[in-house]
T-cell receptor
């Protein structure tokens, strides 16, 4: 099966940089994704890492190290609107005939951005 | 602006009643997922369809839950009979072929079973 660990809560001030870590154990690993969810809202896709290294999308960057089964989401120039829950999700090929990937989500990290 | 739509957005029902939730995936997406989210369990995958075929429903209580895709524009999740422990937010998500791990979530159906 799959298991993921991420911190339950992180607090940072506006304008700062925050890193949310994610470690995972899985079989058939395919890639690591990050989703954002505001209170009362739906998860929205942020980024995907299929290979080792850093992916940058505006103020957000995501990193993956397959050898360490570890990844992180980096948020720069924090804004109040970034206050939300952030989920890492592991994709695993579970149907070899091209059936696509199954995502297993972590329990989420609640980010609080303060003035 | 293509979006996944879900109906109803809120549902309050009594224990034992049938509940049907509907989802319209984004046109052209070939994968559809049903998730349940609770504070205790987080986001759990209930069912997964690819090209309308069910590929995985191992996360779904088989005795009371059923998921179908009668056509490419409609996915349904039914609970019969409903129980208070089914109270949760149910999300439908769809994904495009060939784009790994990118899923677009609908707004969810908030279900309360009394």
């Amino acid at each position: 099966g799959q298991s993921l660990e991420q911190p339950s809560e992180v607090t940072a001030v506006e304008g700062a940089i925050v890193q949310i870590n994610c470690t995972y154990q899985t079989s058939g690993f395919y890639g690591l994704s990050w989703y954002q969810q505001h209170d009362g809202g739906a998860p929205t896709f942020l980024s995907y890492n299929g290979l080792d290294g850093l992916e940058e999308t505006g103020r957000f960057s995501s990193f993956l190290s397959r050898s360490d089964s570890y990844g992180y989401l980096l948020l720069q120039e924090l804004q109040m609107k970034d206050s939300a829950s952030y989920f890492c999700a592991v994709g695993a090929l579970y149907i070899l005939t091209g059936g696509g990937n199954k995502l297993t989500f972590g329990t989420g990290t609640q980010l609080k951005v303060e003035l | 602006d293509a979006r996944v739509t879900q109906t109803p957005r809120h549902k309050v029902t009594e224990m034992g009643q049938e509940v049907t939730m509907r989802c319209q995936p984004i046109l052209g997406h070939n994968t559809v997922f049903w998730y349940r989210q609770t504070m205790m369990q987080g986001l759990e995958l209930l069912a997964y369809f690819r090209n309308r075929a069910p590929l995985d429903d191992s996360g779904m209580p088989k005795d009371r839950f059923s998921a179908e895709m009668p056509d490419a524009t409609l996915a349904t999740l039914k609970i019969q009979p409903s129980e208070p422990r089914d109270s949760a937010v149910y999300f439908c998500a769809s994904g495009p072929a060939g784009v790994p791990d990118t899923q677009y979530f609908g707004p969810g159906t908030r279900l309360t079973v009394l």
